[in-house]
């Protein structure tokens, strides 16, 4: 019995010793955010560790980090402390194409510099933190995987963005097209068959919410978020790189992995890696004005950028060409195309889209355009009613020929392309937005990016990138069943997916349709909630390309509607969130030149809510309103619009239907 005590005593303290050593070897370091309120708490041992406070909660508990090169070197793992250093940035960023002119750009940063030839930065800001690896590598290497892991306190509940189709192995899921509603359950509730893509937003003491996205994404596969056991962690996952693609899904625009290489990403010594970001708010319509993903992209990389023009998009997609009150036709031939022409020039709205079926089907070749289109006949109409032209163009396609297509089609006069089918973020697909973005700048093209990922700021760098998809919008009317609930996703995504960027919603529906009165209707498609609904959308969702759904034989029935959609900015000089509740409700103001938009949105519950304009300032002011009527409960389509006086003390009720919505259009 001595000996085992005797044992065991050695054995105790033999583990005393070494602990102790370990935590001596370890060095800690503390980056706070300019305001004091976020506390990284950084070790560096023969594992690097993170955790975050926010104003003494504990936000993350001690989470670790590295990346594993085939090679077997490690960044994080055993690695060597060669030195580090701190700054402080407090500058404003210009912005020209974005909801706010000038963004306040204040961050403590700390950079820690390794022998093994890396650097990991970290940057704490006021509304979150980021981290990024740095390769100082001087030769190719590939990357076998990362390790990111966000180590949660408690098991709280998320709101988790599940990708939509479930297959097994996980691997087939990284071909998915980034679209989904929310399950807003515990983390240790994770359906373990599914992988989930960001942004994700998980909630925290005393109300606070933490939004997890990645920021300048650049030749490098995207993150997805997993959990495999139950915990309280979530875990990064990556796609692996492609060995081999074929040509296929959609009409044979797709490219389908069918092998993977061992390794995620292949990197040519020197490399930027992803921002991690962790985006930290009190309040939950903090969420809806925050900045932190263009603050951390690559700064602007076009230098000449005035012919670069936000507005609006006469769209044929969504309404099927499915005209009324003419006397041709109504399809993909020309006559449909000038009178879209013809409708957005009567409106002042600066482009129409040629969506899917203006190329011959199945060939995948951009160059092939089908009979009833006169493409050249259609540019010089449109030029002639000052409207510009936007073609769709699948992924395959147009990757098949970048150069050759954007010079050929900006010299017809096309104004740029609606790419889609993408469907996948592995690291060639990430590649290939960035080159499609630089190639397109070239010859003056804007790009709009659906079926991709969400935006991780190459709009700020390439800022002819004037819009993503990403967004389970409105598109999903046209075919999904009674149980999917757009309106509560309608008052969700602001807080979660705009964080990211702006977003190809695609609202404008003048079929509005009440509780229990929606069904999906593919010629014909109408929208959950009303007519208001659809107006404040265009206020709340940031969209610099921004799509009029219906069909122009709906809006000239609706003339007030109509011209307040073509009227209501796109971009603007100052954003001010409200306030909101994840789910439940949001209110925005927007200001463009000296006129102020507010927009609000609600659940499927009616109400009230008080909002303050004392941000007007001095002077009297008047506001164009359009509200609920008062039969929207029943009728979707039941609005009404007046002309009232803002009050001097600034106070003002705004009172929503179920599933309403309200518009204010302020000036002296």
Request: glycine fraction near 6%; charged fraction near 20%.
């Amino acid at each position: 019995m001595k000996n085992t005590y005797k044992f065991y005593t050695l054995l105790f303290a033999m583990a005393f010793i070494c602990s102790t050593v370990t935590t001596l070897a370890q060095k800690p370091f503390v980056v706070q955010s300019p305001d004091g309120k976020l506390k990284m708490n950084v070790s560096v041992g023969n594992i690097i560790e993170y955790s975050l406070e926010h104003d003494g909660d504990l936000i993350l508990k001690r989470s670790p980090i590295s990346m594993t090169l085939t090679n077997g070197i490690s960044f994080g793992v055993n690695s060597k402390l060669s030195g580090s250093s701190t700054k402080t940035i407090n500058q404003t960023i210009s912005a020209s194409i974005y909801k706010k002119k000038e963004i306040t750009n204040n961050y403590n940063e700390l950079n820690l510099m390794f022998k093994e030839g890396f650097n990991i930065i970290f940057r704490a800001y006021n509304d979150g933190i980021a981290y990024r690896f740095v390769s100082n590598l001087k030769k190719p290497f590939e990357i076998k995987e990362e390790q990111v892991i966000f180590n949660f306190p408690k098991d709280e509940k998320a709101y988790i963005p599940y990708v939509q189709i479930v297959t097994e192995p996980l691997e087939k899921q990284f071909y998915n097209s980034f679209e989904n509603t929310y399950q807003h359950i515990n983390i240790s509730q994770w359906d373990k068959k599914r992988l989930a893509f960001l942004p994700l937003v998980v909630e925290a003491p005393k109300g606070k919410k933490i939004c997890i996205t990645e920021a300048d994404l650049t030749s490098y596969p995207g993150m997805y978020l997993y959990n495999s056991d139950g915990s309280n962690n979530l875990t990064g996952v990556f796609a692996p790189y492609p060995k081999e693609i074929k040509q296929g899904g959609h009409n044979m625009l797709q490219g389908e992995v069918q092998s993977h290489e061992p390794y995620i990403a292949k990197c040519n010594g020197a490399t930027n890696f992803p921002w991690r970001t962790l985006i930290v708010s009190e309040n939950d319509h903090d969420l809806t004005d925050n900045d932190m993903v263009y603050k951390l992209a690559t700064p602007n990389k076009v230098t000449d950028i005035s012919w670069i023009k936000p507005g609006k998009v006469a769209w044929d997609w969504w309404n099927d060409w499915n005209l009324f009150n003419v006397n041709f036709k109504s399809g993909i031939n020309n006559e449909t195309y000038k009178y879209y022409i013809d409708f957005a020039s009567e409106h002042g709205i600066e482009y129409v889209i040629l969506d899917e079926g203006w190329a011959v089907n199945l060939q995948a070749d951009l160059y092939q355009v089908v009979p009833a289109i006169d493409l050249k006949e259609l540019v010089n109409h449109a030029n002639k009613k000052n409207v510009g032209l936007i073609l769709w163009a699948g992924y395959y396609a147009f990757n098949k020929d970048i150069e050759g297509i954007c010079k050929h089609y900006s010299e017809m006069g096309i104004k740029g392309f609606k790419v889609d089918f993408m469907d996948r973020d592995d690291q060639p697909m990430v590649d290939f937005h960035y080159r499609a973005a630089e190639i397109a700048a070239k010859h003056h093209m804007l790009l709009d990016y659906h079926g991709t990922y969400k935006p991780t700021g190459l709009q700020r760098t390439f800022p002819n990138v004037i819009n993503f998809e990403g967004v389970h919008g409105l598109e999903q009317m046209k075919w999904s069943p009674e149980s999917v609930d757009q309106v509560t996703y309608d008052v969700t995504i602001p807080f979660i997916r705009m964080v990211a960027g702006p977003m190809d919603y695609t609202q404008g529906a003048m079929r509005n349709a009440s509780k229990g009165n929606y069904r999906p209707v593919n010629s014909e498609p109408m929208s959950q909630g009303t007519r208001c609904r659809q107006l404040a959308e265009y206020i709340i969702f940031e969209s610099p390309l921004n799509m009029l759904c219906d069909n122009p034989s709906n809006y000239m029935l609706e003339k007030e509607c109509t011209e307040f959609i073509a009227n209501v900015p796109t971009i603007w000089d100052n954003t001010i969130a409200l306030n909101g509740k994840i789910g439940e409700y949001i209110t925005i103001a927007r200001k463009k030149d000296n006129i102020w938009y507010v927009g609000s949105l609600t659940n499927w519950d009616a109400r009230t809510l008080d909002i303050d304009l004392s941000f007007l300032g001095e002077g009297n002011y008047k506001a164009e309103v359009f509200k609920d009527g008062i039969n929207a409960n029943r009728s979707g389509h039941d609005y009404k619009k007046e002309v009232i006086d803002i009050p001097a003390n600034r106070k003002l009720q705004l009172p929503m239907a179920s599933a309403g919505g309200y518009v204010m259009k302020i000036y002296k």
